[in-house]
């Protein structure tokens, strides 16, 4: 298993001497919480609940049908200003505080803030911050969290752990699926995690409104740029005609990342009041830069933000951005 360095050693170390000395926990992860989320919230509440403390989990985004599976997911709160006060604030996967949405007031009703991502740039913004983009996920921290306390993980906190795993690797397949996370996967494994199980607990769930979205959502691709630049859209109509209401749309902007020789994949999703634009880059183009230019942010490979204007305002003004970037550094 990877070494951690004594500095992180000593933060997790500081994280269990806070989980031991309180009592009342808030656990919590960003807007539009996704695999990691729900795996690292609902594996440090499994272990925080075996040590006999008060836990609440809360996220401001409803739980999909797809992480529905996972143990303690049932009592996940829902929604914006949960109510009550709290020892320890945990807020698990947010490149930034904001990311958690208007959940909780932190000041008021939280004491102590422990911030842990892998984002890059997060800010350090908790009382103890275990934060490095060098780990692929947050689920990876809170594993080595919990090893330092223990030596054996519950075969429920294996599932969780698993699940975070393999949604925040793509399957396995991007470039944070280091090393360390087949051991660690080969550790879960050992616990009684089975992977094709959780897998179609996870992917195959689609219903057929959603297939239905895919068929028209791929029918508006497009590639500009010699081909370098591919997008796609999710405008009002889409919605409307199938009746989904948004949370389906993780995971499209990857059929125009896969296509040939394309280095940056777009998603413009028309919602009430703005533009969400997903940017991916396949390695060469550094897409935070782009989102960055419309007020967004995220990683070198992932990145996104939010646009006030008409769906087609928004597509020009951004694909003139990531084609002037495409021109300079592609
Ligand atoms: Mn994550």
Do not use: W
């Amino acid at each position: 298993m990877k070494r951690l360095l004594k500095k992180e050693k000593e933060i997790l170390k500081e994280i269990l001497n806070v989980i031991d000395k309180n009592n009342t926990f808030f656990v919590t992860s960003h807007i539009h919480p996704d695999g990691d989320s729900f795996g690292s919230s609902l594996a440090l509440a499994a272990y925080l609940e075996s040590k006999g403390k008060k836990v609440c989990v809360a996220m401001v985004d409803p739980i999909p049908f797809s992480y529905q599976f996972l143990p303690g997911s049932e009592k996940i709160k829902e929604g914006k200003k949960i109510k009550g006060v709290f020892d320890v604030a945990f807020i698990l996967d947010c490149g930034s505080q904001e990311r958690t949405g208007d959940i909780i007031d932190f000041k008021k009703q939280t004491k102590i803030m422990v911030n842990i991502d892998h984002h890059i740039k997060t800010p350090l913004f908790g009382d103890i911050n275990f934060v490095d983009h060098k780990f692929s996920s947050t689920v990876e921290q809170i594993y080595y969290l919990l090893k330092e306390a223990k030596n054996k993980l519950t075969f429920r906190e294996a599932v969780c752990i698993y699940v975070g795993l393999l949604t925040d690797t793509c399957k396995f397949q991007e470039s944070n699926t280091s090393s360390n996370v087949f051991s660690i996967a080969s550790e879960l494994l050992r616990l009684g995690v089975l992977p094709k199980e959780i897998s179609k607990k996870v992917y195959q769930n689609k219903s057929f409104q959603e297939q239905k979205l895919l068929s028209m959502v791929l029918s508006t691709l497009k590639l500009s740029s010699a081909n370098k630049i591919a997008y796609l859209e999710v405008n009002k109509k889409i919605y409307e005609k199938t009746g989904v209401n948004g949370q389906e749309t993780e995971g499209l902007i990857n059929y125009a990342s896969m296509i040939f020789g394309v280095e940056i994949a777009i998603l413009f999703q028309e919602k009430k009041d703005f533009i969400k634009v997903s940017f991916r880059s396949n390695g060469k183009a550094d897409v935070r830069k782009i989102a960055v230019l419309f007020g967004g942010g995220g990683h070198i490979k992932a990145a996104g933000c939010k646009i006030c204007g008409t769906l087609k305002e928004v597509k020009k003004q951004v694909l003139d951005a990531a084609q002037e970037y495409a021109s300079k550094k592609l």
